[in-house]
């Protein structure tokens, strides 16, 4: 069966460091990848997403991901958090035609002022 | 602003007692999910409907139904809630079935079961 891990389930730093948050699937075939935020809140919203094309994506707030085929994984970045990015973040799978998206766990993530 | 909307946004229902969350959208997607999270887990997909076309997961409770009357409106009914079906339901919209497609959220309902 598909799956989704997320290695950190809580991550803490401090304004102006930067972020990487790993993401790491299990299928073999054509995957779309997304990662999606949640603000303390509201509701689940896009972040980016990934189809095909060059695997370095960028989204929105300064966020990036890489896609690295040979890993299986999808790595969220940003060069430097601010408090407001404090959230949690989900990555997310969608491998199948009927568009059934699988999620990780989720990653809090805390930024201190 | 075209959107997801969910209510109630908490529903505290007694434990057996029939609920009924509710969902509309503004942005006239084909496709409505109904998901389900609880606590500290990922969101599962419980079911979707790709306009009239109902599409249950193999894993979901038959305690679980789903309507959808029309375009706009989605509802999660739970016959017979347990303590175990204390989550935060989320529905979503799509505008196709495809992979491809972008999925739109509301921002939960946190049913109590007591």
């Known amino acids: 069966a598909q799956s989704v891990s997320q290695h950190n389930h809580h991550v803490i730093l401090s304004e102006a460091a930067s972020l990487e948050l790993g993401c790491n699937y299990s299928y073999g075939g054509t995957v779309n990848l997304f990662w999606y935020v949640q603000y303390p809140g509201q509701h689940l919203q896009l972040l980016l997403k990934y189809f095909s094309g060059d695997p370095l994506v960028k989204g929105i707030k300064g966020f990036e991901a890489e896609f690295i085929k040979s890993k299986f994984s999808f790595n969220l970045r940003k060069p430097s958090v601010q408090w407001s990015d404090t959230a949690e973040y989900f990555c997310a799978v969608n491998a199948e035609q009927g568009g059934k998206l699988i999620f990780g766990q989720g990653t809090e993530l805390s930024v201190k002022p | 602003d075209a959107m997801v909307i969910q209510n109630p946004r908490y529903q505290v229902t007694q434990f057996g007692k029939p609920v009924t969350l509710s969902c509309s959208q503004t942005l006239n997607h084909n496709v409505m999910y109904w998901y389900q999270q609880k606590s500290s887990q990922a969101p599962k997909l419980l079911f979707h409907?790709?306009?009239?076309?109902?599409?249950n997961e193999a894993d979901t409770p038959d305690n679980f139904q789903s309507r959808r009357p029309n375009t706009s409106f989605c509802f999660l009914d739970i016959r017979s809630p347990g303590l175990g079906d204390a989550a935060m339901y989320l529905c979503?919209?799509?505008?196709?079935?495809?992979?491809?497609?972008?999925?739109?959220f509301g921002p939960g309902t946190r049913l109590t079961v007591l």
């Open positions: 979503a919209t799509s505008r196709g079935q495809g992979s491809y497609n972008e999925q739109f």
């Open positions: 409907y790709y306009d009239k076309d109902f599409n």
